[in-house]
């Protein structure tokens, strides 16, 4: 049996908490490869050391004095070393690290520095090997992971290997300059590793006790998700329940290794599994709620647009050749409605409008800003009717305003609109009615 595990930043922000982790690490002989994260938050207006390094390579860049920010971040990690009682200097890595900033290694490498420090850290607590991800992690030169590489390199490297630290978050480019994934990619190197080591499970540590049902920051104490399948996940975690890289199930996925989310802090909570496909009915109708905010909606309007051949094909290239992805696009008989990211569309406003009075020239167009979007995700959604209508009659009861609704085909989820003003209220009326009236 193997395990790898994956602590987040929460998990290793202090040395009392190095110290749960290398407990759970402990307690069983399959967890052999750990992906530490860099040190997070110890309490809520903390500051993760990721951001630290960010400020601090920018203020390096500018050609500034740096010493006191970067200070700070050593004082991170040995508050941890000394904590911990450990034997062991990093003046080293600080001194090629600070050659770096002044050399403009780049930002992801400023990033990066925080797992691999940290990793060393862990690597030498546990006793465990160090393995540098830039050794094992490989980008193509256009930035996108390369996967065949790094499976062939990572393979080759644990070869033999019982036990090993890799940090999560970065690898190499080509030209060797070092490259991060996007935030929180510490979860994607978690499943590179379980999948090139064919481990029997991927746990992912964090601060909560497994995927709830809805955010923890807006719904009190909402329940865990038992068993979730990768679509679901994939649906909630893209509408902005962050608990796991939403990129992250891809590598494990593919091979049929299960995530098991787990809590650090109450490791005897089961958790949530991260399944293909199970068999296990969920306990409420709903798996989950997740919701975004910062969405603008373009409403087209055009009679007998219907009618019009390409219409809907025009309308979006025009979104295309001004590089905005679309999210949904809800549309009745005269009418399509085309939902953008506000900070995509703001700075290319003009442009869009003026394309699209040129390519359809549509009767009316008008714009509705600041949107969430919410998703109701659900495998059991498919075989019990009438939850659409649930879901309105709990927001109406609220006096919530839905503006906009669109039933994704595979019946797994319902996305609906409301002002941002209303998101936390919608989520609330929607997490009453299934998950504390079971209806
Ligand atoms: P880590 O540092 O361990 O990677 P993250 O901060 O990335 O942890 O993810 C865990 C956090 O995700 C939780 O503390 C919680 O605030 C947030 N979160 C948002 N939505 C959910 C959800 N549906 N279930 C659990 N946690 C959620
Ligand atoms: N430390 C990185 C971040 O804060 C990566 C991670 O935690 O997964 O985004
Ligand atoms: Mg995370």
Same mark, same amino acid.
């Given at each position: ?56 390579? !920018?203020? /390096? #860049?500018?050609?500034?004095? &740096? ?10 990690? $040995? +508050?941890? %070393? ?25 930002? !992801?490498? /400023? #990033?990066?520095?925080?797992? &691999? ?10 006793? $465990? +090997?160090? %393995? ?308």
């Amino acid at each position: 049996m193997v395990k790898v595990v994956k602590f987040g930043g929460s998990s290793l922000a202090s040395a009392e908490q190095f110290k749960k982790v290398a407990d759970i690490i402990h307690a069983e002989d399959s967890r052999r490869f750990v992906v530490p994260s860099a040190p997070g938050k110890r309490f809520s207006a903390d500051t993760k050391v990721t951001d630290m390094l960010y400020t601090c390579y !920018d203020v /390096a #860049a500018k050609g500034k004095d &740096f010493d006191d920010k970067f200070n700070e971040i050593k004082k991170r990690y $040995y +508050e941890i %070393i000394e904590g911990l009682g450990l034997d062991i200097s990093l003046e080293k890595d600080f001194e090629a690290i600070k050659a770096g900033f002044i050399g403009k290694a780049g930002r !992801d490498f /400023a #990033a990066s520095r925080g797992e &691999f420090l940290n990793g060393k850290v862990l690597a030498a607590y546990l006793g $465990y +090997e160090f %393995i540098d991800a830039a050794e094992v992690i490989h980008f193509n030169d256009n930035g996108t992971f390369d996967a065949a590489l790094t499976d062939t390199a990572m393979k080759e490297r644990l070869n033999g290997i019982e036990r090993a630290v890799i940090p999560g978050f970065y690898g190499v480019m080509p030209n060797d300059t070092i490259k991060t994934f996007s935030r929180g990619g510490s979860d994607i190197t978690g499943s590179i590793v379980a999948a090139a080591v064919s481990a029997d499970l991927y746990e992912n540590w964090t601060d909560v006790s497994g995927f709830l049902i809805a955010d923890p920051r807006i719904i009190d104490d909402p329940a865990p998700i038992r068993t979730i399948t990768y679509k679901e996940l994939r649906e909630l975690s893209y509408m902005g329940a962050t608990v796991l890289h939403e990129d992250a199930i891809f590598p494990v996925r593919k091979v049929g290794i299960p995530i098991n989310i787990k809590n650090t802090n109450a490791p005897e909570d089961p958790g949530t599994m991260i399944v293909e496909s199970t068999s296990q009915k969920p306990e409420f109708t709903i798996t989950g709620i997740a919701g975004k905010k910062g969405f603008t909606v373009i409403n087209i309007e055009k009679e007998l647009m219907n009618a019009e051949l390409g219409f809907g094909r025009k309308v979006l290239e025009v979104f295309e050749k001004n590089e905005i992805n679309f999210e949904h696009m809800p549309s009745g008989i005269d009418t399509m409605s085309v939902i953008v990211s506000q900070a995509e569309f703001e700075p290319k406003e003009q442009e869009v409008l003026a394309g699209l009075h040129r390519n359809v020239k549509p009767d009316v167009i008008d714009i509705e800003t600041d949107l969430a979007l919410i998703a109701v995700v659900g495998r059991a959604m498919k075989s019990n009717r009438g939850t659409a209508g649930r879901i309105f009659a709990a927001l109406a009861h609220s006096n919530v305003n839905v503006k906009m609704i669109d039933q994704g085909s595979s019946e797994l989820n319902i996305i609906i609109g409301v002002s941002e003003a209303e998101f936390a209220p919608a989520l609330k009326a929607i997490y009453d009615i299934f998950v504390t009236a079971k209806l």
